[in-house]
Every structure is written in C-alpha cells, then in structure tokens.
C-alpha cells in the first residue's frame, strides 16, 4: 500500500465549492496508513475517498518526502468546525452516527448552544464488531428519515470508513464524513491538545502522555512502523 497513490492533498476549503454535492470523506494519519498495510480493504476504501485529508504532522511529513509537495495538515476535529459552521450559516442538519447515548447527549447540548441554527439527530448503534443486515438497516433507516446534510460518523477507524463506504449509496446525506474521536473531544470526554501542540505538530504527543495505557502502542510502536514503512517506500522509489 503506497501512500503516494493517495490524494491527501485535497483542502477543506474546496468542500464550499460542492456543499450539495453527495461526498464521502475520510482522514488518514499514521495508524490509519499502518493498519491499511495489513488491511486490503480499509486501503481500498480510503484510496476512493472523494476527499481524504491528511490528519497528522506524520502524514505531512511523509507526503512531503514522497511528492516533493507542501500539503496542510486537516484534523478530522477542523473537519468537523468547517462543517458545523457551513451547516450554521446555512441552516443545514447534522446526524451523528456512533459512541454512545450519554456521549451524543453531551454533543447535542454543546451544539444547540454554539450552533443553533443547526438542526440535530443522532443515533447510538450496538457495541459490536460487526453489525448484522437488520442493524444495518435499522442505522440506515435513522439517518435517511432525517435526511443530514451532513453525516458525521464516529465509531473508531477502520470500522466507519469501511461503514460509511458499504452503506455509501443508501445514506440519503450529502457530505458522509469518519472524524471517529472527534465525538469524544467534543463532548468533553477527552480534552484535546492545546492549540500550540496542535500547531506545531505535537497534538499525537500530548494523546500519548494523556492516555499511556491506552496509546503507547500506536504511537511508540506505530510511529516507528509507519517511519520504516515510508523510508522503504522512499527507497522503492528510486
């Protein structure tokens, strides 16, 4: 899987040139590009992303060395922002599909209060690996009757992204977009980095020492993986 075949270098910013246009929308960063290497069908779907933003310093970086091109890092939580505010000056409607009810609570109330002109659904499914056709249907079902102009799905990568992309053609909703942990930052379960971490590329640091037990493997193992996999990608190249 070679990251070079994918088109990280779509900006946020084009989205307000196609508000109606139906787009699925994905982020990769190192974990996401480490589990793709083993995982043909999570490459195969974030490689047909309409927009796959690139979300960590890592990817940056290692677009940079593989392109020869300066791409932004985009946040599936600056994702997130965009959207909210297009949806606010527009009047539009979210649906938040994923995490659990007391986690969609805590993002329904934020949202009516910093975006009220924003029309709300949400809908917690089963804690399970793998849904069954009536689960899915179900899910389906909830979102459609609601008709989003913005589907935001949070069930951990690369369980959504492989969702989102299955379910693509019957989500009655405009821009279908995997921001996975974003639920949990938004509703004040875990606290995201202060802006000068984010800023120069540190935000995956302060994730590490703010949960150790939880992302030490990602990070201390993963990020030696994903600089292995990119330099043997850099030497396959020339």
Request: hydrophobic fraction near 40%; include cysteine; proline fraction near 4%.
């Amino acid at each position: 899987m070679n990251l070079s075949l994918y088109n990280t270098a779509i900006y946020s910013e084009s989205l307000s040139l196609l508000p109606n246009k139906k787009l699925l929308i994905n982020t990769i960063n190192a974990h996401s590009y480490n589990v793709a290497q083993n995982d043909k069908i999570f490459a195969d779907v974030l490689k047909k992303s309409d927009i796959l933003l690139p979300d960590g310093v890592s990817i940056v970086w290692a677009y940079k060395l593989l392109q020869k091109k300066n791409i932004k890092r985009i946040a599936g939580a600056d994702l997130f922002d965009f959207e909210m505010n297009q949806l606010n000056s527009s009047t539009g409607k979210c649906f938040f599909l994923g995490s659990n009810p007391k986690t969609l609570e805590k993002i329904e109330q934020r949202a009516k209060r910093e975006f009220p002109n924003i029309q709300i659904s949400t809908f917690s499914p089963p804690y399970k690996d793998e849904f069954t056709d009536a689960e899915n249907k179900h899910m389906i079902s909830f979102v459609n009757s609601f008709q989003p102009d913005v589907l935001f799905i949070g069930m951990t990568a690369p369980k959504q992204e492989k969702w989102a992309f299955s379910h693509f053609d019957e989500l009655e909703a405009k821009h279908i977009c995997s921001i996975g942990a974003v639920f949990d930052f938004y509703a004040g379960n875990i606290k995201r980095a202060p802006y000068w971490m984010q800023r120069i590329g540190l935000e995956w640091f302060y994730r590490l020492i703010s949960e150790p037990k939880r992302m030490w493997k990602r990070y201390l193992i993963g990020n030696v993986i994903f600089l292995f996999n990119i330099l043997k990608e850099i030497g396959s190249t020339r």
